[in-house]
């Protein structure tokens, strides 16, 4: 077992989030949302919306963390969900950390959000962050990740840092992201 396992209860949830979440009587210090794409009508564009991240919110515990992949990320994909989602956690968290990376599979950079309920939470940085590491992680080293690394994808582009600055839409039921607006499920 990995030191983690040892200090820190995880749980991994396969079912309806939005229906578990809802009636669930717990709440987390963190939750990871790794989801589907937002397709319009899909099985999880209603956890893209304001009031599924209000939700998740209030099943955080105090400085608790909610993480979400936003799709991709690229310099020319980023205005149709990242820049949004983005926009939307941060009309619910009093914090936000977009970040993203390449993800050559997907072959485009991928954006992510770090939200947290804590308005003087700070990302760790440098040495501080090398020693987390050094003490959470069996063997005391990650494979990619390290504080230079983590730097880097927290440096988002100039482009996209003034036009998501300048982002206005918040993603509702009624709101999808426009990018993926009027495409139809394969299943139904």
Request: contains cysteine; aromatic residues 12%; proline residues 7%.
């Amino acid at each position: 077992q990995s030191p983690c396992t040892l200090r820190y209860q995880r749980r991994v949830h396969g079912d309806c989030a939005k229906t578990r979440l809802e009636n669930s009587p717990i709440t987390f210090d963190v939750i990871i949302m790794d989801l589907d794409d937002p397709l319009e009508g899909g099985p999880c564009f209603k956890l893209y919306t304001q009031s599924f991240y209000e939700e998740c919110k209030k099943k955080l515990n105090p400085g608790g963390l909610f993480v979400t992949q936003c799709s991709a990320a690229g310099p020319k994909a980023f205005r149709h969900v990242f820049g949004p989602v983005h926009h939307t956690l941060k009309q619910v968290f009093p914090k936000v950390f977009p970040y993203n990376q390449a993800i050559y599979s997907f072959g485009d950079e991928w954006g992510f959000c770090l939200a947290a309920t804590d308005p003087d939470t700070q990302l760790p940085q440098g040495d501080e962050l090398d020693k987390l590491i050094s003490q959470r992680i069996e063997g005391g080293t990650l494979k990619f990740l390290d504080s230079q690394s983590f730097v880097g994808i927290f440096a988002i582009n100039k482009t996209q840092r003034l036009e998501m600055a300048q982002e206005t839409r918040i993603l509702s039921e009624n709101r999808p992201p426009a990018f993926f607006s009027g495409l139809k499920p394969v299943c139904q």
